[in-house]
């Protein structure tokens, strides 16, 4: 709700103890509750009579005479009504004996502005190009800049939570991924490890010749940090969906190889068995879109289920070379993760966005120094890359699923729109830290 | 032999039987079909695949992608 103590309101100036407070008119925005049903407001009982209903126009469309005249005016497609009151008068709408549907808000309607920017005068795009030009000069002529030093470490392993898990705010999150079912397609899962003694685990080789148990130890890290349990009987949490179901799909043998037809056919399983939560950290470094994997996100999307897979490792930023998005991720249809360092700045061999459709990296997750589970008797690993980013990112899609009840493209959108924005290029981060819900 | 993977139009996920038949009469050895994707794999001769795009309900057919992880004990994975 936008108040007027509200940060950051469009057109006014940020009023902090000094700054002018935010324009209002006098008229209030009220908005009403999501009832389902048709039930108008009781405007009768605080005294209004005069009503608008946007319904009652050609399109919706109201005109702004109407709305003067009328004391509310109620915007049936957005459940909002403004309305011209007392600010108090409107309280009782609020309360419980109130007729009608219900109200959840009440709030000064505020005066908004053209953001402030450079006028538009005949000589601005003039100078701005000049300014642009001036710039770009001065940035060829220059020495080469010193590399920026490496930024302080925002967060570290404690003998509660790994940095990834604090990172991420799953051990702020009172969601634990209950009753979803997250798909992990890797070198398979070791069965016998006692973090994951009594949970859920549905197990399955692709791979001919093999079973589901894991040879290599990727998956069972994989499975650790998007399903790890809350409280392991040793050492810190690593996990982030803790209550999921869990289903292991090996696609990858003993040997760390795999091909499409195992790979698509863990999908399939995934899909069929309604996972809403598919992670695949594998790739092969290839630039073009695989079409069977295209259609693979698409089709699993359309049934609910969302496959996020790694960007890749084969950037070298150290050495300037910032790589590029490799298949399955660089599918539209798939969602592609980039991995953080402990200060929340790209991993060096985090890949980036190619330039053509599908190719970009949409969002980032901690991808660094990752601890989590590895078969026995090891029990615990600490290794880097976008393979662990990702199942750091279906772990958090499991928690999303279970707060919103949210699958396929809104699930991939919740978890975009809620991340946090970070000061790291796009190409690199996408739309920032992938974040728990709170 | 090469390994490929078929994908298979909308309009004909609901009858990947046909598609699998047209497959077959031109060569291609069928292993799996993954009714869930709309994607049917196996193997086909060298220089034959191109052939299967003739098949009706066929969108593409790509020869299958390949992948490695690196060594358990490689500290970037």
Redesign the interface.
């Known amino acids: 709700m936008i108040g007027p103590s509200g940060p950051g309101v469009p057109g006014i100036v940020r009023h902090g103890a000094v700054g002018p407070l935010p324009r209002t008119t006098g008229r209030q925005i009220v908005v009403l509750a999501d009832t389902g049903e048709d039930t108008p407001v009781d405007w009768a009982r605080v005294g209004l009579h005069s009503v608008a209903d946007s319904r009652d126009f050609a399109d919706g469309d109201v005109p702004p005479e109407a709305m003067q005249d009328a004391e509310a005016t109620v915007f049936s497609a957005l459940g909002i009504a403004v309305v011209t009151a007392e600010p108090g008068q409107l309280g009782l709408l609020q309360t419980a004996e109130a007729a009608g549907r219900p109200v959840l808000s009440v709030s000064p309607e505020l005066v908004h502005h053209v953001l402030p920017g450079a006028p538009p005068e005949a000589g601005g795009y003039t100078a701005g190009y000049r300014d642009g030009v001036a710039d770009l000069a001065a940035r060829l002529l220059a020495p080469p800049a010193p590399r920026a030093p490496a930024a302080a470490a925002r967060f570290e392993d404690t003998a509660q939570a790994t940095w990834g898990v604090q990172a991420v705010r799953a051990d702020a999150s009172a969601r634990t991924g209950r009753g979803i079912r997250v798909a992990v397609l890797d ?1 398979g899962f070791d069965a016998a490890h006692p973090d994951f003694a009594g949970r859920t685990i549905a197990a399955r080789s692709f791979v001919a010749g093999e079973d589901a148990q894991d040879g ?3 998956g069972t890290h994989c499975i650790g940090t998007a399903c790890g349990p809350r409280t392991p009987s040793t050492g810190p949490r690593y996990g982030v969906a803790h209550e999921a179901e869990i289903y292991a799909g090996k696609v ?1 043998g003993t040997d ?6 195992g ?3 863990g ?2 399983w995934a ?2 068995s309604r996972c809403p939560v598919i992670s695949m ?4 470094d ?1 630039a073009q879109a ?3 994997y295209s ?2 996100g698409r ?2 999307l359309q ?1 609910g289920s969302l496959i996020i897979a790694a960007a890749g ?1 084969n950037a070298d930023r150290r050495s300037g070379n910032p790589g590029f998005v490799g ?1 399955p991720a660089n599918s539209v249809e798939i969602m592609a993760v980039g991995a953080l360092d402990q200060a929340l700045e790209m991993a060096y ?1 985090s890949a980036r966005s190619l330039p053509a459709r599908g190719g970009q990296v949409d969002v980032a997750a901690p991808g660094w120094e990752v601890y989590s589970a590895w078969p026995m008797p090891t029990r615990y690993n600490t ?3 976008t ?2 980013a990702t199942p750091h990112v279906a772990g958090l899609a499991a928690l999303w699923a279970e707060a919103t009840g949210r699958r396929g493209l809104e699930l991939w959108a919740t978890l975009l729109q809620e991340s946090e924005r970070l000061l790291q290029p796009s190409v690199d981060a996408g739309s920032g830290l992938a974040v728990a819900p709170q | 032999m090469t390994h490929v993977s078929v994908t298979v139009d909308d309009g004909h996920l609901a009858a990947l039987d046909g598609v699998v038949q047209g497959l077959r009469a031109r060569g291609m050895q069928v292993d799996q079909v993954l009714d869930g994707l709309g994607i049917i794999t196996g193997s086909v001769p060298p220089g034959a695949a191109g052939a299967l795009t003739a098949v009706d309900g066929v969108v593409s057919v790509d020869e299958q992608l390949a992948v490695q992880l690196p060594p358990p004990e490689a500290p970037v994975q």
């Open positions: 070198t290599h130890g990727h990858l760390g190889s795999g091909t499409d037809a790979i698509l056919a999908i399939n899909v069929t950290s594998l790739g092969a290839v695989h079409p069977p259609a693979a089709r699993a049934q490792n298949a061999f290794i880097s890359g393979s662990m």
